[in-house]
């Protein structure tokens, strides 16, 4: 009797064995495209078998085993780090690149080419009213055309300046979620084996990839505390360090940890990184160059003017151009107020009403004035680089896009659900928990058997 009932004991256990076995096949099932999920599997342990001393075998429940390997997660998200950072400067340098249009029949370099034969025309009817009233509608239509390539630069800073903010709330409200699970970690120490709470924790911590770089490291109980550029405690534990930025005025972005500290250079990658280096390197660059261009255009014009007479045969009091500071240059770059036709000093001093000095400004085009360069082959290296920049960067997307695919199917040929592979887990373990049920049935009439005998 006390054989049929071990039997019926290890049958029993066997059931619930496969039981939870198929529990977490459907599970599996259910969380197929579950954000972050790797498939999990029910550890089976054999017992101890010895039936000469009565130890009648089984199956027993082990532990549950995630597939997820910490390597394939890392792979992932290092490739997301710089993904995040192509895909922020593809899109910003995408809207800057139009301001630069070297084909543009209404931008700089087209008003530049437009002011000069202008002035080449003036050359041939020093005196004609409608040549000179041409100069000038040319030079405000230069000067109009560089304040909107520089106020279109301002305002995508100004949009990095907003996308940084955005950016940083992103990065704060994920190290919040981060500490958060680490809290339900922390509370109850079979959390940590959650295969739902493991897959929210990748999640976030995926997600946080592409917008900065990070490093983490996983303790023994579970949590994971993530350090921004490998110094910087974001979280540790179920505590999180929010990070702070400048405001939108500022010229610079300016990162501060949760105690003030600058830790600007220390983010490289990711969204962040981008916006960072967009901002305080490569637009203030742009900009550089074009304040550049606006002060030595205007420069050198008025230095050429200055040598002549103006129609009356009167040296120039007042120059053609004008602006505020070589700082500012582009956006600030003006006609002179109240500059009239008859101020224009085509004349050389010697020579009233001739074309001397008008035919010298109109020669400025082809002269290497800028760095070594014409005014139009200076804009036009601006636009090529500002094409270069977005060129890379567009094909670092690209090239990025392909390793995060790659490393994400990687992944995925591991820890991810196979629909197949569950199916025959699924018909396996039903026809092991059948025959189990079965082996049941059969000892409980044995047993009833025996105890009706008894009786």
């Known amino acids: 009797m006390s054989g049929l009932t071990s039997d019926l004991i290890t049958a029993s256990d066997a059931l619930s064995a496969f039981s939870r076995s198929l529990t977490v096949i459907g599970n599996n099932v259910t969380n197929a495209n579950t954000p972050g999920y790797a498939a999990q599997s029910q550890l089976l342990v054999s017992k101890l078998f010895e039936p000469e001393v009565g130890i009648t075998g089984g199956v027993m429940l082990g532990g549950l085993i995630s597939t997820r390997s910490e390597y394939l997660e890392q792979a992932v998200r290092s490739q997301t780090e710089l993904l995040g950072s192509a895909q922020q400067k593809a899109t910003d340098l995408g809207q800057i690149a139009p301001l ?29 009213s409608t040549y000179r009233q041409a100069v000038l509608n040319q030079a405000g239509q230069l000067a109009n055309s560089i304040n909107a390539s520089a106020a279109g630069i301002h305002v995508v800073a100004t949009n990095i300046s907003s996308q940084t903010g955005q950016v940083i709330q992103g990065i704060n409200q994920l190290t919040a979620q981060i500490a958060g699970i680490n809290h339900q970690y922390q509370m109850n120490s079979g959390a940590t084996q959650d295969p739902g709470l493991d897959a929210q924790m990748h999640t976030a911590l995926e997600s946080l990839s592409a917008l900065t770089n990070y490093t983490m490291v996983k303790a023994s109980d579970g949590t994971f505390s993530v350090y921004l550029g490998g110094q910087t405690a974001a979280v540790l534990g179920s505590d999180q360090f ?23 250079s220390q983010i490289t990658k990711g969204s962040l990184g981008a916006l960072i280096q967009e901002k305080n390197v490569t637009i203030p660059g742009y900009t550089s160059n074009l304040n550049t261009l606006a002060a030595s255009l205007a420069d050198t014009l008025n230095t050429q003017l200055a040598q002549g007479v103006d129609q009356n045969g009167n040296a120039p009091t007042t120059n053609l ?22 101020q224009i000093a085509a004349a050389a001093a010697g020579a009233p009403g ?36 977005l060129g890379n960067a567009q094909q670092d997307q690209i090239e990025t896009q392909n390793q995060v695919t790659q490393a994400q199917v990687q992944r995925a040929n591991v820890s991810g659900v196979s629909l197949n592979a569950e199916a025959a887990k699924l018909l396996q373990f039903q026809q092991a928990y059948q025959a189990a049920a079965k082996m049941v049935t059969v000892l409980d009439s044995l047993t009833q058997t025996m105890i009706n005998m008894i009786q």
């Open 100 to 128: 630069f249009d070297l084909t543009s029949t209404s931008g700089v370099s087209s008003s530049i080419n437009n002011f000069f034969s202008s002035l080449s025309q003036l050359g041939v009817s020093p005196n004609d």
């Open 242 to 264: 929010a990070i702070s930025g400048t405001t939108a005025a500022s010229p610079q972005t300016v990162i501060s940890d949760s105690q003030g500290n600058d830790i600007t």
């Open 321 to 342: 151009f004008t602006y505020d500071q070589a700082s500012d240059a582009a956006s600030s770059l003006t006609v002179t107020a109240g500059f009239t036709t008859d």
């Open 354 to 389: 001739g074309n001397t000095n008008i035919i010298a400004a109109a020669q400025l085009a082809s002269a290497p004035t800028v760095n070594g360069f014409t005014f139009t082959q200076f804009y036009g290296n601006m636009g090529s680089q500002v094409g270069s920049d």
